[in-house]
């Protein structure tokens, strides 16, 4: 029997990745992007699952928002280059179709948690008997956090009204089983259903379209935060019809530090005016807005959510990134995303080493772009002699490290880079 290690040493070399990189039909995105540098130069970066770096083009749309101000000052709003006003409807097609919605199905506005309340304000409705939210056990802070104050906001307790999705197994993920399991036994308590499309900590990807059926056949309304799915995955949110999905664009979407967040409210909502909703100006009807009236006129769809005019310049920075999403396409994005992964996982698995388990799930519809490596022992200092050689990848407390190798910007030589480094370092242990 020929041994994997074997096989390994030749399937895998620095030559193997370069041959890759010529393949790369998107190779050539690498160049329109800065990277990280220190004295010595660009440095490797893995962290677009947290913060996407920056597109060149980025500033020249920055600038023009700067200069039209400096020229227009109010009148900008409608004499601007891009006029201010309707700013955030150039965002729309290409949001919409990075994350397969239609157009009235979404908007960009505020930021990722602010939405998140917005939509638990009109889709949580609990009642006596169905006042239950149901999230992932290890959900991002943030969600937990906004989840329990609705819980409490409604005169409810997080005690009872919260059921975490719990894996059953060894895997640190939640099987379809689980999920199951629990819809069908507290299906009908459950006013909500919030799942995160790739858990930020194991790399989990969740099926949208089952889960959103299921929640359904039960009466559930159903929320996804597509914070690290979004740009990452390839999302078809308009068939998949989940009630809502929100989420922020500095992540994959490389839409600066701190930018504007995206809403999705399916078109089966978007004539219903009696939804309870927290309401301001700009989700007024924008033909007669500058009326003033007293009398509020909502918008269809999504943009009737919307609460204020929206910070410009956070946008430029969108719209200079969603131009190359746009070229480049999602699906083309997806297949190269899989292809890293896949190669970084391979790799990954060749070291035969007892200290690292992969934590994500390794079929395809199970993940993104992002690895999570888990250090058994949790020990730290993998990651620092990582950060020592300039890989710029980042630690989880207890002991993981997360690697997301994004297709817009990332080779498969700096894969294998991070490869060769890993396994320097452990096999130096
Ligand atoms: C990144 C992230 C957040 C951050 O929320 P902000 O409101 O943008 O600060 C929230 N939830 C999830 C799932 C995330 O991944």
Redesign the pocket.
Known sequence: MITFAFISKFMFSHEDSLQKDRNDSLASFRSQFHFPRDAQGSLLYFCGNSLGLQPIQTKEYVMQELDDWSEFGVEGHLEAERPWVRYHEFLTEPMAAAVGALPHELVVMN????NLHLMMVSFYRPTKSRHKILIEYS??P??RYAVESQIRFHGFDPKESLILLTPKDQNEYVSWENIKEVLESHGEEIALVLI?SVN?YTGQAYPIKKITDLAHKYGCKVGF?L??GAGNLLLDLHNDAPDFAVW?SY?YLNSGPGSL?GCFVHEKHADDYEIPRFAGWWGHNKVDRFKMSPQMKLMRGAEGWQLSNPPILPMACMLSSLQLFSKAGMPALRKKSLELSEYLIQLLQSLNHPSIRILTPQSEEERGSQVSIQIRGGDKRIYNELKNIRIIADWREPDVIRVAPVPLYNSFSDVYFFYDALKNIIQSK
């Not at 930021?111 to 602010?114: F, S, Y």
């Open positions: 930021t990722l948690t602010v959900a991002f943030s969600d995160g930020y935060d914070a690290h922020c992540k967040a």
